[in-house]
């Protein structure tokens, strides 16, 4: 059944006098009801402040444009000064009515003529406010106010990008398929039983123990966030780090609670873990009662081996620190749990540590935090990209969730990208057809993000990202022998969600091979010749398409793409049928490889114009040497056998050109 059109207008049950707007708000809401469906209103009183406010739902008009389909809240305030009580009032009727009203978005109407420039300002400091659609009251006065309504609108839906977060998630605005997570704490924490939060970096662990966080808030209960990465506690001694910790969950108590309490004077080595237990004992007695719950974010800080400072890192510190948690703990049950959160959980798998045996050792059972699946992907790209004014082709949710695993941040930068690169007409569809073809510029637009969340395995857990390297390189036969070695490091790429296992083979879940072939330390040790050619034919592939952007890059820098493509197709034969095809094309095009344009065209154009290139390069002899050992091994024209000083003389040309390459390219 066909859902009824919805017009402009206001229900008829509403009084504007009963409800006791005054002349302003009545012609305020004279003109918003030319755009929505006005449902409700009211005027109170919050805090020592009045607020007119209005639920007013979108009509087809707006649905078409901004994809909007719950209630949205009008905010009216008379006051000539923006206070930022009027955001807890906000807050407020979002908790009070969150059946009913959108989320993610609000309109104030305020009687501050700087409300525009303060909105701005605030998002510019808050980045995960909600859309905030500000006007002030005279602009509902003027002659063209409907054409200022509907322009203003469009200018905060659309002008914000709202994939772009870096950051944890600080708030539930824009906070999507983790509930299960923040329940599954939260019960933990409820039954008093410690926790661990585990993944890959910038899979989102921080923002659902934020999340955690407020649910602990909003049911007054008392939790500590302890940012392990902070250096003025990871370069503390485990007493002070304790002391420390302590000093923080009584400042919190008294900015919260408006709550004083004494702490022990000063931590000792000898009585540190006494004064710990009697200071958490006088933090559980002022809150009443509840259980404490401190959460370790970034554990790896506090961490045997990986840590950055010399004394926790040889494990000295993290025996007596974790001695006195575990005491604490087992001799208190009611008195607090604790939930630590990191990339691994060698923390907790390791039983010994330099002859002593592992406080917490199987104290935990890991929990990983996975990747999104096709439906959560499509929620969290379909809601966010509503408000930018971007519909996605079914097709797409399918390719993000393949090509990047489901990872979230991953896929919030490549919607990022998209909504950076298409048409500033909205509403706009990305099309599947947009996606494919630009899929490799947005690759490579994703590489820092990707260097991001691989370098800890590189930097920290050095055998996971070996196990990796092997199978970017399709060398199943070494990756099975090492992890057969190692089932926990199994355990480990399995719980990230980076592998899965099909019919005895192993694959890597999230689009990283190109990645880790590039970086990889492992060179192959290929039994059998189409192994080799294999990952010849891969590195060819990858260094021409660099060399092509290089060039393309180079020449627009210095000429413009029309001058630079008629120097570049100097060195093609101009008597050739492939000169006349190629002189159709524009300079994008050809240089787009996918047309005729060879390595050798490539190496003898930059050899022409070596100046161009000598600062990228540096040695010409080598560059020549480099590409002709490539050109003359190529898999179109290879000999049954590849000599395996042949093949580690071509895994190190391809090595040079990379560093070379990469220096350069963005």
């Known amino acids: 059944m066909q859902t009824p059109k919805l017009y402009p207008g206001i229900h008829p049950s509403i009084d504007l006098n009963v409800a006791g707007f005054g002349r302003s708000e009545k012609h305020i809401v004279w003109q918003i009801k030319q755009l929505w469906y006005i449902t409700f209103v009211k005027f109170v009183n919050f805090k020592g402040s009045y607020y007119s406010f209005i639920f007013a739902r979108p009509t087809d008009k707006i649905k078409e444009a901004f994809r909007l389909e719950r209630e949205v809240l009008f905010v009216l305030t008379r006051y000539n000064n923006f ?83 870096e950051s944890p998630l600080q708030s539930d605005t824009y906070f999507f398929g983790r509930n299960e997570f923040v329940h599954f704490f939260y019960d933990k924490y409820r039954s008093g039983e410690n926790s661990g939060l585990f993944g890959l970096r910038k899979i989102g662990k921080t923002s659902v123990l934020f999340a955690l966080q407020r649910q602990l808030k909003a049911r007054d209960e008392f939790c500590l966030f302890i940012d392990c990465q902070d250096p003025s506690l990871h370069k503390r001694r485990w007493f002070e780090a304790l002391e420390l910790i302590v000093k923080k969950a009584v400042a919190k108590i008294r900015s919260e609670l ?36 401190l959460i370790f974010d970034e554990i790896e800080n506090l961490t045997f081996q990986v840590s950055p400072t010399e004394h926790w890192k040889d494990g000295t510190d993290y025996i007596s620190f974790w001695q006195t948690i575990r005491s604490t703990y087992q001799n208190n049950p009611a008195l607090f749990s604790f939930l630590i959160a990191g990339v691994n959980p060698k923390i907790i798998e390791t039983g010994e540590i330099n002859g002593f045996d592992n406080p917490i050792y199987r104290m935990i059972t890991p929990r990983y935090l996975n990747f999104f699946t096709i439906e959560q992907v499509k929620e969290m790209v379909t809601t966010i990209g509503n408000y930018m004014g971007l519909a996605f082709d079914e097709e797409i949710f399918t390719y993000l969730t393949e090509d990047y695993g489901g990872h979230p941040f991953l896929i919030r930068q490549i919607c990022s990208f998209i909504h950076n690169e298409v048409s500033s007409n909205r509403p706009y569809r990305v099309s599947k057809y947009y996606y494919k073809s630009n899929k490799e510029t947005l690759d490579r637009k994703l590489i820092d993000y990707v260097d991001l969340i691989i370098q800890v395995l590189r930097n920290w857990y050095t055998q996971e990202h070996k196990l990796l390297e092997y199978l970017a390189i399709k060398d199943q036969k070494r990756f099975k022998e090492e992890s057969a070695m190692s089932p926990l490091i199994l355990q480990h790429l399995f719980g990230y969600n980076l592998i899965q296992e099909s019919d005895g083979s192993y694959f890597i879940c999230i689009k990283v091979e190109e990645y880790l072939t590039e970086h990889t330390k492992v060179i192959k040790q290929a039994a059998l010749i189409h192994d080799k050619w294999k990952v010849i034919t891969e590195r060819r592939g990858l260094i021409e398409r660099k060399i092509r952007e290089l060039i393309k890059l180079t020449l627009k820098i210095n000429f413009g793409a029309v001058k630079g493509r008629e120097d570049f197709l100097k060195i093609i034969d101009s008597s050739s049928p492939r000169f006349k095809k190629l002189s159709s094309l524009n300079f994008d095009q050809i240089l787009s490889g996918e047309h005729e344009i060879y390595l050798d065209d490539l190496k003898k154009f930059i050899t022409k114009e070596w100046s161009l290139f000598e600062k990228v390069f540096t040695d010409k002899q080598f560059f020549e040497i480099y590409m002709n050992l490539i050109n003359i091994h190529r898999a179109d024209a290879h000999a049954k056998e590849l000599d395996d000083n042949i093949f580690q003389s071509l895994i190190i040309a391809y090595d040079w050109l990379d560093s070379k390459i990469n220096n350069v390219l963005p």
């Open 83 to 165: 206070d930022a009580r009027t955001l807890d009032f906000v807050d407020r009727q979002m908790f009070e009515f969150q059946n009913r009203l959108d989320k993610l978005c609000f309109v104030l109407v305020s009687n501050d003529t700087q409300i525009q420039q303060k909105i701005t300002q605030l998002t510019l400091q808050e980045p995960e406010t909600r859309i905030i659609i500000p006007y002030h009251y005279d602009e509902f006065f003027e002659t063209n106010a409907q054409e200022i309504i509907w322009q203003r609108l469009k200018e905060q839906f659309y002008g914000r990008d709202l994939f772009s977060f």
């Open 258 to 293: 408006d709550i004083i309490i004494e702490p022990t004077d000063a931590y000792t080595e000898k009585d540190a873990s006494i004064q710990f237990a009697n200071d958490l004992g006088k933090i559980y007695a002022s809150t009443s009662k509840k259980r404490i719950l």
